[in-house]
């Protein structure tokens, strides 16, 4: 999932070409320019630019707004581009390669400048902390998937009236029916329980190892084994 929210200051400084002063921009190449979406604009970059706009992400030279518009002049205006790197920078798979990648890359798929182990640090940072994000919110709809499957089973044994029923959790006549219907969806599309395993099967004696003095047989009781010695007392009996 692309994330958008705003990036630490060190990481914000990826994108310095997406504020870039306008007299970079011709006025004239600005105007001419139809309007373009980011998802447009990132769909001509790879199409102009495919070394390094294709395949694994690259972190881009700084101030490369500046070079598109050198390269392609007026096919992007300046708010294009902006909203176009803005996005691109901050998306999760930008800053992976961010904090893997020791240069900076080129329009022509070039390295150039060295990355500044300052920005690796803080998209590593930004990585972690989206994934905390991402932990909680599953956390948080997980304990709310469970809370509705629960006051579905209430109310399914419930004898109370719905009104009081709603007293009783806390919520209003209204809320109560869209709530139960996402329960019995949620219900409907948990995957079947696992049937019980089996119980587990007695240990075949057969293949323990023999214990002294059992002569080889299960449970230690004397046999023939090499360990097994006639008794004193019945040999003497025999006589």
Do not use: W
């Not at 989206?130 to 399914?156: I, K, T």
């Not at 869209?178 to 019995?184: F, T, V, Y």
């Amino acid at each position: 999932m692309t994330e958008t929210t705003p990036l630490p200051e060190a990481t914000a400084s990826e994108a310095p070409e997406a504020n870039e002063a306008a007299e970079q921009t011709p006025e004239a190449s600005a105007a001419a320019a139809p309007t373009l979406s980011p998802a447009e604009v990132a769909s001509q970059l790879k199409a102009l630019f495919p070394a390094l706009f294709t395949g694994m992400q690259k972190p881009l030279k700084l101030r490369i707004q500046a070079d598109i518009q050198q390269r392609a002049p007026g096919k992007f205006t300046k708010a294009q581009l902006s909203a176009f790197l803005r996005r691109h920078t901050g998306s999760t798979g930008y800053l992976i390669a961010l904090g893997k990648a020791t240069h900076r890359y080129d329009l022509d798929g070039n390295a150039g400048d060295e990355l500044l182990e300052e920005h690796r640090l803080a998209a590593r940072e930004e990585l972690k902390r989206r994934r905390g994000v991402q932990q909680e919110r599953e956390a948080l709809e997980n304990q709310q998937r469970m809370n509705r499957a629960q006051l579905l089973r209430d109310f399914q044994r419930t004898t109370l009236t719905e009104a009081n029923f709603c007293v009783l959790k806390g919520l209003s006549p209204e809320e109560l029916p869209g709530i139960l219907e996402i329960a019995k969806r949620e219900a409907a599309e948990r995957p079947a329980m696992e049937p019980q395993q089996a119980r587990e099967p007695r240990p075949d004696l057969r293949r323990q190892p023999r214990r002294e003095g059992g002569g080889g047989r299960p449970g230690g009781k004397p046999g023939n084994g090499p360990t097994s010695a006639p008794k004193a007392g019945r040999r003497n009996a025999s006589r």
